[in-house]
Nanobody, 123 residues
Framework: QVQLVESGGGLVQAGGSLRLSCAASGRSFSIRGMGWFRQTPGNQREFVSGINSGLGTYYADSVKGRFTISRDNAKNTVALQMNSLKPEDTAVYYC?????????????????WGPGTQVTVSS
């Protein structure tokens, strides 16, 4: 089993920055694909960014160039640095982990989820 806990959400003005962090417990963190998704009311959970076990990184087009994902296998953490935030980035952000080392954009194939953290970007 893997437990995930996000931190770092909050309220920020447009153009500002936030850094989300996800702490993972359980085995084999370094061989897992890790990712961030977000969800707004009435909408499906959407892929934001992911990092595979080989440190390859992936981003949704909407955040490319503004967000950066990283992982620290020694600390079992994954972070999402979010810069140049826009009001449309407002959502609950979820950390996710896979039993495989790869990253997928479909939420259904991810195995573990954190409880989520709210990010609100004001205009």
């Amino acid at each position: 089993q893997v437990q995930l806990v996000e931190s770092g959400g909050g309220l920020v003005q447009a153009g500002g920055s936030l850094r989300l962090s996800c702490a993972a417990s359980g085995r084999s963190f370094s061989i897992r694909g890790m990712g961030w998704f977000r969800q707004t009311p009435g909408n499906q959970r959407e892929f934001v960014s992911g990092i595979n076990s080989g440190l390859g990184t992936y981003y949704a087009d909407s955040v490319k160039g503004r967000f950066t994902i990283s992982r620290d296998n020694a600390k079992n953490t994954v972070a999402l640095q979010m810069n140049s935030l826009k009001p449309e980035d407002t959502a609950v952000y979820y950390c996710a982990a896979r039993n495989l080392g790869s990253v997928e954009i479909f939420a259904a194939v991810w195995d573990y989820w954190g409880p989520g953290t709210q990010v609100t970007v004001s205009s």
